[in-house]
């Protein structure tokens, strides 16, 4: 890959998780989660979507409950670390400093 699609993937993480982090429950489903994105100027495709899910739920960053239709995630405590910029993780944007 090159520099501006691992960049823009390392985005797109944080922006995964700090969605969940402003979620009720830390919790969204990934059809509210694609729109949220949406919404953010992060469009991706389902697929692109729920690959960076399963990569983020192998980090320990989420949950993902996986159905046919649909996958329900929830933000854990080390992704919520990662939202607060208490932790680093490779391949995850670190988030700018408030």
């Given at each position: ?45 389902t697929d692109i979507l729920r690959s960076n899910l399963h990569w983020l739920h192998e ?40």
């Amino acid at each position: 890959m090159n520099d501006y699609t691992d960049f823009m993937r390392a985005s797109l993480r944080l922006a995964i998780c700090q969605l969940l982090y402003a979620a009720p429950s830390y919790t969204l489903n990934d059809i509210d989660l694609k729109k949220s994105l949406s919404l953010r100027g992060q469009s991706v495709s389902t697929d692109i979507l729920r690959s960076n899910l399963h990569w983020l739920h192998e980090q320990s960053l989420l949950l993902a409950a996986q159905s046919p239709d649909f996958w329900v995630v929830t933000l854990t405590a080390t992704g919520g670390d990662v939202v607060n910029g208490l932790t680093t993780v490779p391949n995850v944007a670190r988030p700018e400093p408030r």
